[in-house]
């Protein structure tokens, strides 16, 4: 039996749908954030949507508020610069929240 989790499903801000911001609707048609949150309601878990755009602030306010289990890491930009990914998952180290996908280091030199 799976134990239930709190579960951030990060992502780039502009990937959110603006009448579903917790993607709890039908995904879009190639959604991958969407299909993953789906999943993982189906599954069980507790899951809850944050959008990455340019302010370390608000990503380090929505862990504080509601300090997720797991982050399902689907952020691919921050800033609008690819390279910046590093820095999300860097980020989510330092505060010692576990997240699925390569860490910081692993990011940077698969840009080497």
Do not use: Y
């Not at 944050?50 to 797991?70: N, Q, Y």
């Amino acid at each position: 039996m799976t134990r239930t989790l709190d579960v951030t499903v990060l992502m780039d801000a502009n990937a959110i749908p603006e009448d579903d911001a917790e993607l709890t609707g039908k995904p879009s048609e190639g959604l991958t954030e969407g299909h993953v949150s789906r999943a993982l309601r189906e599954l069980g878990h507790r899951v809850r949507a944050v959008g990455v755009a340019d302010d370390v602030g608000s990503i380090m306010k929505a862990f504080e508020e509601h300090r997720p289990e797991l982050v399902f890491n689907l952020t691919e930009q921050f800033a609008d610069k690819r390279q910046f990914d590093t820095n999300v998952a860097g980020l989510m180290e330092m505060m010692n929240i576990p997240f699925t996908g390569t860490g910081s280091t692993g990011l940077l030199l698969c840009r080497d």
